[in-house]
């Protein structure tokens, strides 16, 4: 008895697909991730990208957006594209105006160093730049940057550093 077809055939690599491809061929095939909520939430998928952002009143590229100088003896005019989704711009817009939260932080590491030189020193960026503590050799003005960029990062614990100070002073 011979055997079934299944059963000679083993599941072996074909070395002759590149895995690579196919993988980059199915990630293109796939619908792509919009970040921007406002375009996400208003996209239509029967529509193709450029009639999307045509709608919203958007432009998928700088191409024809700038004006061409019209030649002199042409008379054309315009074509103004007809909005049908305003809200998006407007959405777009207010989210733009809006200030966004610094996300700048200092190190523990640099805010016990700063505290340490203003601690010493008060405002004497000269002496900082002399002191025992200053293992890098930061030149005054690299340590003023630093305390500023302490001010900047962390106003509260600032203050409260620098009234304790003020408080320790007049003990």
């Given at each position: 008895?011979?055997?079934?077809?299944?059963?000679?055939?083993r599941?072996?690599?074909?070395?002759?697909?590149?895995?690579?491809?196919?993988?980059?061929?199915l990630?293109?095939?796939?619908?792509?991730?919009?970040?921007?909520?406002?375009?996400?939430?208003?996209?239509?998928?029967?529509?193709?990208?450029?009639?999307?952002?045509?709608?919203m009143?958007?432009?998928?590229?700088?191409?024809?957006?700038?004006?061409?100088?019209?030649?002199?003896?042409?008379?054309?005019?315009?074509?103004?594209?007809?909005?049908?989704?305003?809200?998006?711009?407007?959405?777009?817009?207010?989210?733009?105006?809006?200030?966004?939260?610094?996300?700048?932080?200092?190190?523990?590491?640099?805010?016990?160093?700063?505290?340490?030189?203003?601690?010493?020193?008060?405002?004497?960026?000269?002496?900082?730049?002399?002191?025992?503590?200053?293992?890098?050799q930061?030149?005054?003005?690299?340590?003023?940057?630093?305390?500023?960029?302490?001010?900047?990062?962390?106003?509260?614990?600032?203050?409260?550093?620098?009234?304790?100070?003020?408080?320790?002073?007049?003990?």
């Open positions: 008895m011979g055997k079934l077809k299944k059963q000679s055939k599941n072996t690599f074909d070395y002759n697909k590149n895995k690579k491809n196919l993988k980059r061929k990630r293109r095939k796939e619908k792509p991730h919009i970040e921007c909520p406002q375009i996400r939430k208003a996209w239509d998928e029967q529509k193709t990208v450029k009639q999307n952002l045509r709608d009143g958007l432009s998928s590229g700088t191409k024809g957006m700038l004006p061409i100088k019209p030649k002199k003896d042409t008379k054309s005019e315009p074509m103004e594209a007809i909005v049908l989704k305003p809200y998006v711009i407007k959405e777009m817009e207010a989210e733009a105006s809006l200030r966004g939260k610094d996300k700048t932080t200092c190190s523990t590491d640099m805010i016990e160093y700063v505290q340490h030189m203003v601690k010493e020193h008060n405002e004497d960026y000269k002496a900082m730049a002399r002191d025992e503590k200053n293992y890098y930061d030149t005054p003005k690299q340590i003023k940057r630093k305390v500023e960029l302490f001010k900047r990062c962390h106003p509260e614990e600032y203050a409260a550093f620098i009234a304790s100070l003020q408080s320790q002073k007049s003990t």
